[in-house]
């Protein structure tokens, strides 16, 4: 079956490190792949969409500066949290589908932890 | 896409059937319903998916009742490795690859032996 991969799964780092998040689509291609948010005993908030070769579509309220994607290949996005705080611990997860009526696929998610 | 509601939380005897209802009374003509559930610390797993016919796999069954307003996700026989959020999900995005799914809170299921 459809197989997403994200990496690391935990990080821990100072307050004011940049932060890299992978997100691959293990054994098909995904033009567009969606990053979300979830915060303790919550559920997940949709981020943003990344569509491969152009800009990522942010939901309001999300800084584009803050949570930069890119989305280079059709079976690659990464999201930086740059200049990490903080408030910004989270567990980060992504999401992909296959086809169009195939459902989405989500990684095992990143567990964001800034001191 | 139109929103659901779900009760917060469910119980369930291991070996039991795990019944879990949705409501999605505005839920238009394109849009499917989607189950996916979310073991703590893990990323949502896909359970099950349907239009307007019952679906089975070898997970779960979804029963959709006639007019679609609202569904139930069955677990045949509920172990306790089936203790986990679900959510259920209206979303027109079975024939769009690019469109996000939005989750709501979802059922906490609490599996017992």
């Known amino acids: 079956g459809a197989v997403v991969s994200q990496h690391p799964s935990r990080v821990i780092c100072k307050s004011g490190t940049s932060v890299k998040i992978e997100c691959r689509s293990l054994?098909?291609?995904?033009?567009?792949m969606f990053w979300y948010r979830q915060f303790p005993k919550k559920s997940l908030m949709l981020m943003a969409t990344?569509?491969?070769?152009?800009?990522?579509?942010?939901e309001q309220g999300v800084e584009k500066d803050k949570f930069l994607i890119n989305h280079a290949s059709l079976t690659l996005s990464t999201l930086t949290v740059t200049s990490a705080h903080p408030e910004d611990s989270s567990f980060y997860i992504c999401?992909?589908?296959?086809?169009?009526?195939?459902?989405?696929?989500f990684g095992d998610g990143t567990r964001l932890s800034i001191l | 896409d139109a929103k659901t509601t779900q009760p917060p939380s469910m119980d369930c005897a291991e070996g039991r059937a795990a019944n879990l209802p949705c409501n999605h009374s505005?839920?238009?003509?394109?849009?499917?319903v989607y189950w996916y559930r979310q073991i703590h610390s893990q990323g949502p797993q896909y359970i099950i998916h349907?239009?307007?016919n019952n679906e089975t796999n070898e997970m779960a069954s979804l029963i959709i009742t006639e007019d679609r307003k609202s569904s139930t996700l069955i677990l045949p026989h509920a172990t306790l490795r089936d203790t986990a959020v679900y959510y259920c999900?209206?979303?027109?995005?079975?024939?769009?690859?690019?469109?996000?799914?939005?989750f709501g809170k979802g059922t906490t299921l609490s599996v017992s032996s």
């Open positions: 999401s992909a589908r296959p086809r169009s009526n195939q459902p989405q696929h």
């Open positions: 054994d098909f291609q995904a033009t567009t």
């Open positions: 990344s569509n491969e070769g152009s800009k990522a579509t942010y």
């Open positions: 505005t839920i238009s003509g394109n849009e499917y």
């Open positions: 349907g239009l307007k």
């Open positions: 999900i209206v979303s027109s995005s079975a024939n769009q690859a690019g469109t996000a799914l939005i």
